[in-house]
């Protein structure tokens, strides 16, 4: 039987949990890693100072809250996609007061001259959309098949000190660096809107063409990044 | 140590596994019921004629392959959001040969007059996208906050057998009917693009009132299936 909700509009459960992450006030820190996948989560977890508190949620969260050096710290492994961002940034900021400051941890695509094992720090992000208004059955419309989205900003503050601190600690034996002056394009699709091949028609392959005309410092895609970004923006 | 992987374009692992799936060729069935959480899948697996194979992966995908009254069946689990049912259409489409056949079995809000308990077939779905170009700080834009696709049909050969399925063993008991005379819209945000008040500005206090306006006959809110039946309506 599943629990009743008295709000609709913001449904948590009768002990005051959050519905799609699980967790309530107390349960998650103000300073988080996200990544995307449990095991990334549970490997960074490792290095807590102490077996950190964790929760698994069935809607694809994975929760660990502990300390870093005696700082409190939280890791949310979030899946994929920016509507699974969404879910975390609204629920988890109902559970926090003061500052939330996400950092988000994760691999990419490479895009032109990056080299493999960089750490990028992106400035920006673009979003990348499927417009469901392009015929793609006939790729006759007076619509375009992709939408390009304005670049949304990442926190420079954040982005400065994420920057410094791994250039502080790149260890020397690693040629690959630490790429900063870069933007990230952010898709709902690993496979359409990155200008992969399927068998579906997808009419792509001007995508990567089209987004490194528009920006000619986009150095990677992933599919998460700019909903992160974008919902960072508006916090009042 | 991860795979090498031979192909940018789609990527699979040396035992010829798709890569977030996690399956190949022969461990999907042609049938298959589509659920968002792991526990439904669960549920529903238990109908099938004996302990079929199941996969978890830890992308959030969750798949079972079996047999109910003789005819081979998949259950897959494929989280929230339009993202994760791209990842599911095109990498199991890779792994089938002939026809795919997809129901999407889910929970999902209604707007205005649908009864609790009802069973909603929805015959097309249009997307809703929170428009990243929209000035969300300030209000003040030249951009719409939220971009409404067109419907998006489903197949109407399988729409019309799935409810007459349904109303063919409808329990008596229960007074909610089966409608399967609307549409539904699947939003890239639980929170804002269904109208939902949070903590962030998202100036969607017209969306309702917005898309009710333009389809008369729009009954549900989910958040997955506008990608569905797009793939569907394109497929070679």
């Known amino acids: 039987m599943k629990d009743l909700f008295a709000d609709a509009n913001f449904p948590r459960t009768l002990d005051q949990r959050v519905y799609h992450l699980g967790i309530r006030a107390g349960e998650v820190a103000n300073r988080i890693i996200t990544v995307g996948s449990p095991s990334r989560a549970k490997r960074i977890a490792g290095l807590l100072d102490a077996s950190p508190w964790h929760l698994t949620t069935e809607r694809g969260f994975l929760i660990f809250t502990g300390r870093y050096q005696g700082i409190p710290l939280s890791i949310v492994s979030i899946g994929m996609g920016n509507s699974m961002a969404d879910f975390f940034m609204r629920e988890v900021r109902e559970c926090l007061s003061g500052d939330m ?28 959309n499927r417009n469901y208004d392009y015929d793609f059955q006939t790729g006759q419309s007076t619509e375009p098949p992709y ?90």
């Open 101 to 128: 400051v996400v950092v988000r941890l994760g691999s990419c695509g490479g895009l032109g001259d990056v080299e493999v094992g960089s750490v990028v720090v992106p400035r920006a992000s673009i979003a990348v």
């Open 147 to 236: 939408r390009y989205s304005k670049p949304v900003q990442a926190d420079e503050e954040l982005r400065a000190a994420v920057a410094k601190a791994l250039r502080d600690t790149h260890p020397p034996t690693v040629t690959a660096g630490v790429i900063t002056d870069t933007i990230n394009a952010s898709t709902d699709s690993f496979y359409s809107s990155q200008g992969r091949q399927t068998s579906f028609p997808d009419h792509n392959s001007e995508v990567i063409r089209n987004l490194q005309s528009l920006h000619k410092d986009l150095a990677t895609f992933e599919v998460t990044r700019s909903r992160l970004f974008a919902l960072r923006s508006v916090r009042r």
